[in-house]
C-alpha cells in the first residue's frame, strides 16, 4: 500500500466490509454518472467501475492518479482526474447528466467540499460521503443540541441530511485519531433557496452564531449588518414566529430560512464581504 501523506489528510480505507457498504449506498448502474473524490487506492473505483456506470475519480495525488489510470484507463467509462476537488467545476462534468457524488474525503476539507458540492447551479442528486464522526454530528445535529450551528442550517436547508452508519477507526490505514461516519446528503429538487436567498441565509447564519450567547432580538438590533430599531426587531420575530429571547442554536433551519427571508425584503443584510463563512 502506497504511503499516506499527512499533508493531503490521507487515510485509506482498507476494511472491505465498509467499502461494500459505501458502494451498495450509492448504487452505481449502468448509465449513471458518478463522481468519486479521493479514489486513493481504488478500493471503491473498481466496484464502481464494474458496475458500468460512467465514472469520474478525482485524486490530487499525483502517484495515486498515475497508479489508478495506469490500471483503470483502458476501462470504457471510467475517466481519472488528476486535481483538486475544490477547484474542480463539478457542472462542466456530463453536462445535463444527473450526477452522483461518492467519496472518503479528507477531513482537512470536509466543510469547504460539501458546501462547494452544494454550490448553485446543477447539483449532484445523491451525495454519498465519509466525514469525521464530529462532522456528522455537527451537520445532523437538532436546533437546542450542543453541536448545532452554522453548518446544520447551512447544508440541512439545501438538503435532507441521513447518517447511514459509523466506521471505526481501525477501518483505516494509517489509523486516524478519530472516527468517522457515512453520510448521505439529498439536495433539494428543485432547489429550495434562490442563489441570493442562499447569500443571505449564510450571512445571517454567521452572523446570529458568531453571537451564540445572545438573543435573537439582540443581535438583530447590534449586528452592524441589521441594526434594526427594537420596534422593527419585535415585528420581524413576531412575522416569522421566532421568541425575541430565543437564541440561535435554539431556532430550528426552516425558521432561519423564514427569518432571512423576511429580513431580505428589508433589503438586509447590508453586505460585509464574509458571506461564504461557516462554523
Do not use: C, W
Amino acid at each position: 500500500m502506497p504511503r499516506a501523506k499527512k499533508s493531503l489528510g490521507q487515510n485509506f480505507l482498507v476494511d472491505p466490509n465498509i467499502q461494500r457498504k459505501i458502494v451498495d449506498a450509492i448504487d452505481p448502474h449502468a448509465g449513471d454518472t458518478i463522481v468519486e473524490i479521493g479514489p486513493g487506492t481504488g478500493a471503491l473505483t473498481r466496484a464502481i467501475a464494474a458496475s458500468g456506470a460512467r465514472l469520474f475519480a478525482i485524486e490530487k495525488d499525483d502517484a495515486l492518479a498515475d497508479a489508478l489510470r495506469q490500471e483503470l484507463d483502458h476501462v470504457p467509462g471510467v475517466t481519472i482526474v488528476h486535481g483538486d476537488a475544490l477547484r474542480i467545476d463539478l457542472h462542466s462534468i456530463e453536462p445535463q447528466q444527473p450526477v452522483k457524488v461518492v467519496g472518503n474525503i479528507p477531513y482537512n476539507i470536509t466543510t469547504p467540499l460539501i458546501f462547494h458540492l452544494l454550490e448553485p447551479g446543477r447539483r449532484p442528486i445523491d451525495i454519498v460521503l465519509m466525514v469525521q464522526r464530529e462532522v456528522a454530528d455537527r451537520i445532523i445535529a437538532p436546533a437546542g443540541a450542543k453541536t448545532y450551528g452554522a453548518l446544520s442550517v447551512g447544508v440541512r436547508s439545501l438538503a435532507a441530511v441521513e447518517r447511514l452508519f459509523h466506521v471505526g477507526r481501525n477501518a483505516f490505514r494509517p489509523v486516524p485519531a478519530v472516527d468517522s461516519t457515512v453520510i448521505r446528503i439529498t439536495p433539494g429538487q428543485p432547489p429550495p433557496l434562490a442563489p441570493d436567498e442562499e447569500r443571505d441565509l449564510r450571512a445571517l447564519t454567521r452572523i446570529t452564531f458568531s453571537r451564540r450567547r445572545k438573543q435573537m432580538q439582540t443581535i438583530l438590533r447590534t449586528a452592524p449588518e441589521y441594526a434594526l430599531a427594537s420596534d422593527d426587531v419585535a415585528a420581524v420575530l413576531h412575522e416569522v414566529g421566532v421568541a425575541a429571547d430565543a437564541r440561535p442554536e435554539t431556532v430550528d433551519p426552516l425558521h432561519f430560512v423564514m427569518l432571512s427571508r423576511a429580513l431580505r425584503r428589508r433589503g438586509l443584510p447590508v453586505p460585509s464581504g464574509h458571506e461564504g463563512d461557516h462554523d
